[in-house]
């Protein structure tokens, strides 16, 4: 998968794609990450990138100009179509399923936005699609880029160790994962549950299995929902 990310701060990039897995993956040859600095293609002397909005109001917004060129650019360096993102409270609230599908194309364009907004017309003539990571304001989109990035990477086949992993996680399934316990058994009185010890799988299976479900229905009715469905009393 080739990964291009559009950004006015390129430099926050580095340590988070650098480090742990997104760093084993590009190593492995699994992926590959292209930083485009959207100010390159500013073609003034000021290289400007943002205006003041028409119609007045604070703060500045990014210009059509510059970013257009900046995406075409990018996609020139590679034959394949890139499937273009783009980081927005506006966006439809990312998730685990979404990571799943973004996963299986082999060119994905983020553009991580700074300022207030995007000129419309941004969204109206590259069509990328929007994503939020959640209901909240961040300074850029550069954080968010690297949260979606991250989730999908992770996904790519060989990635991951165990092959298994990614996919028996929270939110696979449907349900939060149970609570994981190791050494000491009797940590300052509290106490590894005795099932664990038992050495019964099929005990122990069911045990995690009541243990998701408890969880689930407690701390995130929205998943529960969706998994028990219309089941009563689950
Ligand atoms: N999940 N931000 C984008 C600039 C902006 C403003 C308006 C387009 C329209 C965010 C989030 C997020 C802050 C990134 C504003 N771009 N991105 N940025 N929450 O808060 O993804």
Redesign the pocket.
Known sequence: MRIDILTLFPEMFAPILGTSIPKRAAEKGLVSYHLTNVRDFADDAHKSVDDRPFGGGPGMVMMCPTLYDAVEFAERQDPRPARRI??????RVFDQSMAVELSKNQRLLFIA??????DERIIEGLKPLE???????????EL?TMVVVDAIVRLLPGVLGHEQGAADESFAEGLLEFPQYTRPRDFRGMMVPDVLLSGNHADIAKWRLEQRKYRTRDRRPDLWQKYAGGMEDV
């Open positions: 783009l980081l927005s409270p506006q966006g936005g700074h300022y207030e907004g995007f994503l939020s990571i959640g209901d909240y304001v961040l300074s850029g989109g968010a």
